[in-house]
């Protein structure tokens, strides 16, 4: 299975000193759905599976300033799995941002990813792990100051499931700051 496509793209608030973008100014009502630059981004998704195992890798570019010279580009990939009874799941994403800082155009960059189990434990009981973070480095904030940060979490907990259309979870986490002494 594949895809390509052309879509209207992220957009930054401010063409004399681009910086990441904002999210909420593109999923609110209050965030215009024009195009700030008329430059389409471009992307595309392949997928493959095979029985109980699939593979799958997405990409996406484009410029987002209103100038239409900062470049954003990101990509992914992702794989899961079912082997006897037991589900596998896993994902990485990078974006780089091109961004301009106190200092001048600089790169910014953030990864995330996961790696999830789940395993059968009783009837009406399974087991989950789960293993995730996000990494940034650069200037997102347009200073030097905010340089690099990251969250790493791990996660423990138990799903149960009284009848097929419900679950419920029970789990615990221990989250880790890069950037914080506790």
Excluded: C
Excluded at 17 to 31: K, S, V, W
Excluded at 45 to 69: C, I
Excluded at 101 to 113: A, I, L, P, V
């Amino acid at each position: 299975w594949y895809a390509l496509f052309g879509v209207n793209g992220f957009r930054s608030k401010s063409s004399a000193r681009p910086a990441d973008f904002n999210f909420e100014e593109h999923t609110q009502l209050r965030g215009s759905t024009e195009d700030n630059n008329n430059q389409l981004y471009w992307g595309g998704r392949l997928a493959l599976a095979q029985g109980p195992v699939a593979w799958g890798a997405s990409y996406l570019r484009g410029k987002h300033d209103q100038d239409g010279e900062f470049l954003y580009e990101a990509w992914g990939i992702d794989a899961s799995a079912y082997v006897r009874g037991i589900q596998l799941r896993s994902e990485y994403l990078q974006r780089d941002t091109e961004v301009f800082d106190d200092e001048g155009r600089t790169d910014f960059q953030k990864k995330g990813f996961y790696a999830q189990v789940e395993a059968p434990a009783g009837r009406h009981l399974a087991v989950v792990g789960r293993f995730d973070g996000l990494l940034r480095e650069g200037p997102s904030l347009g200073t030097r100051n905010d340089e690099t940060s990251g969250i790493i979490r791990w996660t423990f907990g138990v799903n149960v499931m009284p009848t097929l259309d419900y679950a419920i979870r029970f789990h615990f986490e221990h989250w880790r700051f890069t950037d914080f002494d506790n």
